[in-house]
């Protein structure tokens, strides 16, 4: 096994995610349902699909996925999230669920075997993102649909972000490579009683997955599109959207929800902005091109700090 793999192996079956508490129960099952809505599919898109969770962690995502109606093979290279996954299956007494150890690099996957594969916050934690994205979806038949979930370089640097890129450089700078090092220092100097409301996870659990993780790569619309281009897979959608004008809407809609004075104020600012430069009218908007590359990225830097972005698509027939 690649060192990388390794040390990534070794700190995920120490300290598995995820692990919650009472506040996180059902958080990610919401968030990711939301999430497909948003990419123009549903839970209910799901049913009877066979599907790949690469990097299933402790397996609520495949359970949640199997309680929807697919029949999901789970696989990650942590054995310690696997037995946590198999003991929860078994438990719920799901029979449409299996978890097995893959590494999703190394090892070789069926071809042309799954309607769908997800790989959930999982490929910037591999040791060569691109090669894991490439292998694994050669097991996705003709038609299928494959959804990614990862780090968003340009929303991470974004000063608005809750958990920013800043941090974690700091807690390596100061603390070396030791993910136990990394985790004291960011206890230390980040952490505060009551996050655990927010994230909804075992406070080890946070910090380890936040902090304590050998490999971290972070990665950009403009790179997903060439390894899908690569890999023969059409571009459906994203979130949020690369489309720089389905972004505007999408943001204009979110601050007009918004209840907080910061929120009131970029609505403003956007809608001056917008009135002088109707960026978003242009016809290269609607398209996953430079043009709405280059502002998306943007509005996520300065405005919009979301630190993952989810991007799906199809394999051509
Ligand atoms: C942040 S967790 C995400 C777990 C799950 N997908 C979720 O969203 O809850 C990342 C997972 O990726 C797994 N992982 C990292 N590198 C991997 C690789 N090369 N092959 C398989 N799994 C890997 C880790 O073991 C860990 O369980």
Same mark, same amino acid.
């Given at each position: ?46 049913k009877g699909k066979k599907v790949l969770d690469a ?23 942590? &054995?310690?999230?696997? %037995?946590? $996954?198999?003991?929860?299956?078994? /438990? +719920? @007494? ?7 150890? *893959? ?18 916050m999982v490929l910037h934690h591999t040791a060569d ?50 993910? &136990?090092?990394?985790? %004291?220092? $960011?206890?230390?100097?980040?952490? /505060? +009683? @009551? ?7 075992? *406070? ?60 009131r104020f970029f609505k403003k600012l956007a809608d ?46």
């Open positions: 096994m690649h060192v990388i793999e390794k040390a990534v192996s070794d700190m995920y079956s120490d300290h598995p995610f995820p692990q919650r508490n009472e506040y996180g129960v059902n958080v990610m099952n919401q968030d990711f349902a939301k999430n497909m809505e948003s990419l123009g599919l549903s839970m209910g898109f799901l990097g299933c962690g402790t397996g609520e995502l495949s359970r949640f996925m199997a309680r929807s109606g697919a029949i999901v093979d789970g696989v990650d290279i942590s &054995d310690g999230s696997l %037995k946590y $996954a198999t003991e929860c299956a078994a /438990k +719920e @007494g799901l029979k449409n669920v299996t978890f097995s150890k *893959k590494s999703l690099i190394d090892d070789k996957f069926p071809e042309n075997t799954y309607d769908v594969i997800v790989s959930h993102a691109e090669k894991a994205f490439k292998n694994i979806v050669k097991s996705l038949k003709p038609g299928g649909t494959v959804i990614i979930r990862l780090f968003f370089l340009w929303g991470r640097l974004s000063p608005f972000q809750k958990s920013p890129l800043w941090k974690l450089w700091v807690v390596k700078l100061l603390a070396g490579k030791s993910p &136990d090092a990394k985790v %004291k220092l $960011a206890e230390k100097l980040f952490y /505060k +009683e @009551g996050d655990e409301k927010s994230h909804g996870l075992n *406070k080890y659990t946070y910090l380890y997955d936040n902090y304590g993780v050998p490999q971290v790569t972070h990665h950009t619309y403009g790179q997903l599109l060439r390894w899908f281009r690569e890999s023969g897979i059409d571009y459906l959608s994203s979130n949020p959207p690369v489309e720089l004008k389905k972004m505007i809407d999408r943001f204009v809609y979110n601050q007009r929800q918004s209840v907080t004075k910061r929120g001056i902005t917008l009135t002088v430069i109707p960026l978003h009218k242009a016809k290269a908007a609607e398209k996953p091109g430079l043009y709405s590359r280059f502002f998306s990225q943007f509005i996520c830097l300065f405005l919009a700090g979301t630190p993952m972005f989810t991007i799906c698509g199809t394999r051509r027939k």
